[in-house]
């Protein structure tokens, strides 16, 4: 069983950039691909990007191509979202999970329910 920490959210002005970390327990981290994802408020959660097993493979929604980056360090554990040029849009908060290893970890979902071991969340705020 992995356990996920996420921080690293904050309130900045538009056009700010935040890096968001996902640090995790237990074992076997390295094996599992991981997704971000984001939930605004009186919204639904939604996907924002995902990263292979070995990073070799990333996937990102429309909105987060271009502005977004996600990369992991196996040997610390730890996944990450860079994010650049933010938008008031992108105000939310900010989750990590795992996909489900019943999918392979060479192979990238998006579904919320294709993703457990959801990490409590970081508020990310950006003002106009």
């Known amino acids: 069983q992995v356990q996920l920490v996420e921080s690293g959210g904050g309130l900045v002005q538009a056009g700010a950039s935040l890096r968001l970390s996902c640090a995790a327990s237990g074992r076997a981290f390295s094996m599992y691909a991981l997704g971000w994802f984001r939930q605004a408020p009186g919204l639904e959660r939604e996907f924002v990007a995902a990263i292979t097993w070995n990073g070799d493979i990333t996937y990102y929604t429309d909105s987060a191509k271009g502005r977004f980056t996600i990369s992991r360090d196996n040997a610390k554990n730890t996944m990450y979202l860079h994010m650049s040029n933010l938008k008031p849009e992108d105000t939310a908060v900010y989750y990590c999970?795992?996909?489900?290893?019943?999918?392979?970890?060479?192979?990238?979902?998006?579904?919320?329910?294709?993703?457990?071991?959801w990490g409590q969340g970081t508020q990310v705020t950006v003002s106009s």
């Open positions: 999970a795992v996909q489900d290893p019943k999918f392979w970890s060479g192979t990238l979902r998006q579904a919320v329910q294709d993703f457990g071991s």
